[in-house]
């Protein structure tokens, strides 16, 4: 499965962005996609997850009660709405793709930067 990340941007801190992380090629509601990031100089980390029928949601501590993650299996699309963005929230994001047993992200799509201004 391609994925592809998109809708980055500039925000001011408290502002709000939606990202989209679009799927082609294989089946996409047979897998979990997950969000990551990664800071200038920091290494990656985990934001959030959602199942394979969007039913099942974990988000890092980081983020939770501040981003939602959906899925639209019938236009292959998972979003991150980030509200309440902070500065340390800059980051590249990125979206990934596994099967549900597998611990092991195999899919990965190219990132968007997120820049949160103070």
């Known amino acids: 499965v391609q994925l592809q990340a998109y809708g980055g941007g500039l925000v001011q801190a408290g502002g709000s962005l939606r990202l989209s992380c679009a799927a082609s090629?294989?089946?996409?509601?047979?897998?979990?996609i997950g969000w990551f990031r990664q800071a200038p100089g920091k290494e990656r980390e985990f934001v959030a997850l959602?199942?394979?029928?969007?039913?099942?949601?974990t988000y890092a501590d980081s983020v939770k009660g501040r981003f939602t993650i959906s899925r639209s299996n019938s236009k292959n699309t998972v979003y991150l709405q980030m509200n309440s963005l902070k500065p340390e929230d800059t980051a590249v994001y990125s979206c990934a793709a596994r099967a549900l047993f597998r611990e092991e992200y195999d899919y990965w799509g190219q990132g968007t930067l997120v820049t949160v201004s103070s």
């Open positions: 090629g294989r089946t996409f509601s047979n897998y979990v």
């Open positions: 959602i199942g394979q029928s969007g039913v099942i949601k």
